[in-house]
């Protein structure tokens, strides 16, 4: 505790005003955000020495792109909100590298009435670990099914579940709990619009309200609403407390290497079984405020940051015995390949895969619904879910992690 009182924090990086140079920020939450720049660093100086890449720190969460900032990686929950506001310049599909390598979802993801307004980058989905023995949980296709396994929490007032025991999940950030919620509206309706219905916390669905507050029940209110400070539950978990932990499939590189094959995944239901199964995507951008002059290099850019070579070796083992990233890139050749660098993307792979896959997407009014509700969803599923327990605002720490602590395991899942 008092470590954490007394850290020094670098200072956020910003952009910088020089025609020689291009502002780029790289999405943050992945486990080893020093090895992407380093290997974009390297790939850019090999064809463009003199053009100088300033990293800039950004989170599209929280704030909408400064003027300055030339390039810029995002979720794609917000492109059409980042449309809608002028922040991107068009791509041309012919002017995408390879696309044809990109799976759908995410062509999908970057593209706003038919229109390409990034370059489809990584991708991301919610899933369930569980140790590879658990036959039971193995098979499970559906919320009920799990929560059949699981049941009630037995120890609902302790963070920390029994030994194998029960759910391991976050539910403290506002912004993916709301995501949560409206994952869950389209898996109980299987159908997943590009811009869905946007209810205020007081008047959500409830049938979507009741899966998610099962997670409750499972984890208990106390495992639920804990405000992991970094990797606790990775702790817990991989020392055989708690059943099951719902997370990313990053979340794996945070395991001990010697223990990674110990354990398997498959997707998170939030209702009943389907074919469809959304994900979520980051893309790349073009500031629509960009230099014209910076403008066929940012092009260049963008596509050399999602090419093959590039993404590849921003996720394998950084060094020998560490264990690769465990993200998801939009590229089946990628995939491919890492499927010989760790036996658990075959995992990875077949949920990809054995899914229709579909982009999960907010629609033009993301930033203000969440804004405005994100907060008050999260207290909607966590309260009273067991009797006398409520929760407030003012009982979660909602600021932005610094930027060296967005790649914490804790914040691969959870966006406050």
Known sequence: MLGDTIEKLP????????????????????PRPEQFERVV??????????????????????????????VFAFDCIFLSYFVSKGYLTTIQQYQINRWIDIHNYALSACKNNGQFFAIPYLGCVNVLFYRKNDADLAGASSLNEIYQILGDSTNP??????????????????????????DAVMEINDKYPRDPILPPANNL????????????????????????????????FTQGYGR??????????????????EYSLHVMPLAGLRISQTFFADGLGINSKIDPQKLPLALELINLIASHDVVYDSIIADNPGDDPQFL?????????????????????????LNHVDLPFLIGSASRQWLTDNKSDIRNEILNNVFEG???????????????THKSRPVNLFRRK
């Open 41 to 70: 660093k390297n790939a850019w100086q090999k064809v463009h020495p003199e053009v100088t890449i300033n990293f800039v720190d950004y989170n599209c969460y929280n704030d909408d792109p400064p003027d300055n900032l030339d």
């Open 205 to 236: 669905e409830k049938q979507a309200l009741t899966n998610l507050q099962t997670l409750v029940k499972m984890a208990g209110h106390a495992q639920a609403s804990y405000d992991d400070a970094g990797r606790q539950r990775v702790d817990w």
């Open 328 to 352: 998801i890139s939009v590229r089946g050749s990628v995939l491919a390949d890492l499927m010989d660098v760790s036996k658990r993307y075959y995992d990875i792979v077949s949920v990809v």
């Open 11 to 30: 200072d956020l990086r910003k952009p910088s005003n020089d025609i020689n140079t291009i502002n780029l920020a790289l999405y943050p939450y992945v």
């Open 389 to 403: 327990k409520t929760f407030t605002e003012d009982m979660f720490d909602d600021s932005e992690p610094h930027p």
């Open 157 to 182: 007032d302790s963070p920390q579940p029994p030994q194998n025991q029960g759910l391991l999940i976050d539910l403290t950030g506002g912004t993916t709990d709301s995501c949560l919620y409206l």
């Open 244 to 261: 099951a932990m719902i997370g990313v499939t990053e979340t794996l590189g945070s395991f001990p290497v010697d223990q990674i094959d």
